[in-house]
């Protein structure tokens, strides 16, 4: 098995935690995203899509994050993936919540802004509106994560045992430590984040993101 990623790559990071965690055997090629590789050659032909990450197995080609992670599961039989019928609907449910709803805001219309050049709005004013936009939805979101999803008794998504979504969607929440997001306001988030980075190899995976939000400065 072949991933292709790039560690600070949000959606690469759930994997490589994934994988860190389970000591699953898999190589690693970076696709450097800060000199464009990924729209180059030979990357660009690998998957047209031109992101990260990509698993090869074989002549299998998977190049989403949740899936990757869902494939994975399955194949070294964790537990983080429940064979039962409902408990795997309750972790496929929270992943696509992330997905089409967290994200969509608290990314590409608050954080990635803030972050790459390449997802700046073409002026000041649309800009702004942009980050402001998001921020507020953002809002929304976290209040949902904290009372609904998590609430005040479960240490994980989906219950007191771990799961995928939370791989997934802790990787996508923190983020928002990039760009000095405070999430003193949501409890529960708190003690969510805090029972993931108790995981051995947070720190390791970690590593790279923290590199940029040091690098980062004036948000």
């Not at 990314?107 to 073409?122: D, S, T």
């Amino acid at each position: 098995m072949k991933l292709y990623m790039h560690p600070v790559s949000m959606t690469c990071r759930p994997i490589r935690l994934f994988i860190a965690e389970h000591g699953v055997p898999v190589e690693e090629e970076l696709v450097d995203l800060m000199t464009g590789a990924h729209l180059q050659e030979p990357f660009a032909s690998i998957n047209p899509n031109r992101l990260v990450p990509m698993l090869v197995v074989g002549d299998l080609k998977l190049t989403q994050s949740s899936p990757i992670l869902k494939y994975l599961a399955d194949k070294v039989g964790s537990p983080t993936y429940p064979k039962d019928l409902k408990q795997r609907a309750k972790v496929n449910e929270i992943m696509d919540w992330f997905n089409t709803n967290f994200y969509r805001d608290f990314a590409y219309n608050m954080a990635y802004p803030q972050i790459f050049p390449h997802h700046k709005r073409p002026s000041d004013d649309v800009q702004t509106a942009t980050i402001e936009w998001g921020r507020d939805r953002s809002k929304n979101w976290l209040t949902l994560l904290d009372a609904h999803w998590l609430g005040p008794s479960k240490q994980y998504l989906c219950g007191d045992q771990i799961t995928i979504a939370d791989y997934f969607g802790v990787c996508l929440l923190t983020l928002g430590e990039v760009v000095r997001c405070d999430f003193a306001k949501y409890p529960n988030i708190q003690r969510w984040v805090s029972n993931m980075k108790k995981l051995k190899s947070w720190d390791k995976v970690k590593e790279a993101l923290y590199g940029l939000a040091g690098a980062l400065t004036g948000m």
